[in-house]
């Protein structure tokens, strides 16, 4: 039982004490007679809670930065009517911060035997799952001087999957993956693996690609075209250590390779080939594979989902021993990790052998802009330091990435905005280049 605003009002106004009955309720220790008559029948006229029946639907999964409805479906089974106020509680990062009051409460009057609709709109602020926590439910007399109150379970679980904003640059890709596959006028010249037809030789081409054999039976040269080949394994690896939950601009170093991740996966399946992903640390967090091309996108957004970095040192020895089991066949794997010189020098160099030597390996790196804005900064003493620092900071990362090639890796360092779209020109190239 709750002693509403309207009632204390009223005691004010008569100059009546205002006690404690129990702890958290406030109610009357001396009141007159009509106001104590008025109170007993308006808490007799209010709905009971206890008897309310509760039931959710709605959406189960959003993209972050999307809305998702939630429905809240109250039904009253008692003969009375029920005039409520309503709070859907949710974890904090289910909205925009300054937000939550206006979304969560909620009006309802649900007549006798009757049931009514709430919805609540969410506007997660994070990946992974959020789930629903108590509905609090108060309901009023017709005079609204005291509310009944009461609290319910009601599950539901949203999953908020990460907003995949580099698909932007996916049509474009795509058109560059029609060239390369000859599906437009412009042809790739004796590059692939391949055979896709022949045509008229014209000055310029490789005379290697001459095929002799059908010169021989027509009155004009013929050369062959080729195409890079489909079906080839293609293994996505985030590193979900340590390094991974640094911070570069508003979001954590693992969202920016997740991006990246989802545009190559995306134009990879469009291109034939079969994309699988491991996320490790010191253990698999996830592991997708044998996903059809048009299952694999959801089903790597969806384990990415609950991916969080984990402050701990990567094991690389066993990142590479679980990339080797998981690929048996050559393959293109590709690293989403740090560049920085201590985990790449102490942890990846020694066990790169391992995969160098049985697949193709592509590695891409999230670098921080404002270390590119703090190598152009001027004017003070204190911004020539920071110059000085960004300069040394781009010079050992240089250094790294150079003893990678030298053992035949692909480098991507690339900045956020710039990582998925440079991944994916990286991976076009290995494709143009018949390396895969």
């Known amino acids: 039982m709750a002693l ?91 909205w925009r911060p300054g937000t939550e009051t206006a979304a969560s409460r909620h009006r309802v009057v649900v007549p006798a035997g009757e049931r009514r609709r709430l919805t609540t709109r969410l506007r997660p602020t994070r990946r992974g799952d959020r789930a629903a926590d108590r509905v609090t439910i108060r309901s009023y007399g017709p005079l609204g001087l005291f ?73 004009a040269v013929a050369v062959r075209t080729w195409r890079p080949e489909r079906d080839r394994h293609i293994l996505l690896v ?15 170093r693992l969202d920016a390779s997740m991006d990246a991740a989802l545009l190559l996966a995306a134009l990879a399946s469009r291109a034939g080939d079969r994309v699988a992903l491991l996320a490790h640390d010191r253990r698999t967090r996830a592991l997708v594979q044998g996903r059809s091309a048009g299952d694999v996108l959801p089903s790597l957004v969806n384990a990415m989902a609950t991916l969080e970095p984990e402050l701990v040192e990567t094991d690389a020895r066993g990142l590479a021993a679980t990339a080797l089991r998981t690929t048996p066949r050559r393959s293109l794997i590709v690293l989403l990790t740090t560049l920085d010189p201590a985990p790449i020098e102490e942890g990846l160099l020694p066990v790169l052998p391992q995969l160098t030597q049985r697949h193709t390996v592509l590695l891409a790196s999230v670098a921080d802009p404002h270390i ?39 480098v991507v360092d690339a900045t956020p905005e710039t990582l998925a779209p440079a991944l994916a020109d990286a991976y076009l190239a290995l494709k143009a280049a018949g390396r895969l």
Not at 27 to 45: R, T
Request: with cysteine; hydrophobic share 35%; net charge positive.
């Open 4 to 94: 509403t605003g309207r009632t204390a009002l009223l005691a004010a106004l008569g100059s009546l004490p205002v006690g404690i009955l129990e702890p958290g309720w406030t109610g009357l220790l001396a009141v007159n007679a009509p106001l104590a008559v008025a109170c007993a029948c308006d808490y007799a006229l209010a709905a009971p809670v206890r008897r309310l029946g509760l039931t959710r639907s709605g959406d189960t999964s959003v993209r972050l930065g999307d809305t998702a409805d939630v429905t809240l479906t109250i039904t009253n089974p008692s003969g009375r009517p029920l005039r409520a106020r309503v709070r859907d509680a949710w974890p904090p990062s289910s």
């Open 147 to 219: 509310a009944r109150q009461g609290t319910h379970r009601a599950p539901w679980t949203v999953r908020v999957l990460p907003p995949f904003t580099s698909r932007k640059h996916l049509p474009s890709k795509l058109a560059r993956l029609r060239e390369l596959d000859g599906r437009t006028s412009v042809l790739t010249r004796g590059e692939g693996t391949e055979f896709d037809s022949l045509r008229e030789y014209v000055p310029g081409d490789d005379t290697r690609s001459i095929d002799w054999r059908a010169t021989a039976r027509q009155s």
């Open 238 to 252: 985030l590193d979900t250590g340590r390094t991974s939950a640094g911070r570069v601009g508003d979001v954590p």
């Open 372 to 410: 590119a804005r703090m190598a152009e900064a001027r004017g003070s003493t204190d911004a020539v330091y920071e110059a000085a620092a960004a300069a040394q900071s781009h010079a050992e990362r240089e250094r790294t990435a150079e003893q990678l090639r030298r053992h035949g890796v692909t």
